[in-house]
């Protein structure tokens, strides 16, 4: 029997083509939103990505 173990990170339950397209990268991706702010707060993070558009403060 063959298991998967293909990596799905937090953009697998939603509901955007585009992000959905993403939701197997070996990059922890998180969708916009509370859970990426307090992801962020948590771990002091000041760098966010969002598509091609990256921001830094």
């Not at 990170?9 to 939103?33: C, F, T, V």
Request: proline share 5%.
């Amino acid at each position: 029997m063959l298991v998967s173990t293909r990596h799905v990170n937090h953009l697998a339950s939603e509901k955007s083509p585009y992000l959905l397209q993403h939701a197997h990268n070996p990059i922890d991706w998180y969708p916009w939103g509370e859970e990426s702010f307090a992801k962020a707060r948590e771990e002091d993070i000041r760098y966010w990505c969002t598509g091609c558009w990256t921001f830094r403060w």
